[in-house]
């Protein structure tokens, strides 16, 4: 099953407003990694966050990891038309081997209505 | 750098046919992904190298695909014969360290 699980899988917001994605994993992490994702191209590398931090911004996005809940979560603040892509979290598993290897969620869908 | 490339982007074929897939990772980076992303599964990591040597190819679906990577510019990955099931979006990627860096992907239809 899918390490990382994204929460809404699709979120309809106006100009403007705030966008909250929701991430959900099963094993203990290293790190956590939100993508995005454009139609029709690759994934983007937006922020990282390892697991012995609880908040990071960059930007307008601001990033949290609860291990205790094995949760994070992406707030995109003042969003903009541009910003609609799907978003993605990915973990690595704490494996020890230094793997760098990450398993992908299947992402939240955000349309920002102009 | 012209970061990960592709080719082709578009790749239309006939149940049974051979289908190469190719990347060309960025200079310096250690590590390059095959992934494989469809409506139904999502993003699935079928196979990884480390310094051009597969480390984990569990997520290769059967013996039908198979991967190579000859030297530390070039991969490839293959499907033979194809089936209609194969038909998804393969990406490539390739990091140094956490960050994956990702090419724009090669979208293959089976027919």
């Known amino acids: 099953s899918q390490q990382g699980e994204e929460d809404p899988q699709a979120l309809s917001i106006q100009e403007g407003e705030n966008a909250t994605m929701n991430c959900s994993y099963k094993?203990?992490?290293?790190?956590l990694q939100w993508y995005r994702q454009n139609s029709g191209r690759g994934l983007v590398h937006l922020i990282l966050i390892r697991s012995n931090e609880r908040e990071k911004h960059s930007g307008r996005l601001r990033v949290t990891l609860d291990t205790s809940k094995k949760s994070s979560s992406l707030l995109i603040t003042a969003s903009r038309a541009a910003d609609t892509a799907s978003y993605f979290c990915a973990t690595d598993a704490d494996s020890g081997a230094g793997s760098y290897q990450l398993t992908f969620g299947k992402g939240t869908k955000l349309s920002v209505i102009p | 750098d012209a970061g990960v490339i592709q080719s082709p982007r578009h790749e239309v074929t006939e149940m049974g046919q051979e289908v190469t897939l190719r990347c060309k990772p960025i200079?310096?980076?250690?590590?390059l992904f095959w992934y494989r992303q469809t409506m139904m599964r999502g993003l699935e990591l079928l196979i990884y190298f480390n310094n051009n040597v597969p480390i984990d190819d569990s997520g290769m679906p059967e013996d039908r695909f198979s991967a190579k990577m000859p030297n530390a510019s070039f991969s490839t990955l293959k499907i033979q014969p194809s089936e209609p099931r194969d038909s998804a979006v393969y990406f490539c990627?390739?990091?140094?360290?956490?960050?994956?860096?990702f090419g724009p992907g090669t979208r293959l239809t089976v027919l």
């Open positions: 200079s310096g980076h250690d590590y």
């Open positions: 094993t203990s992490i290293n790190n």
């Open positions: 990627a390739s990091s140094q360290v956490d960050e994956q860096f």
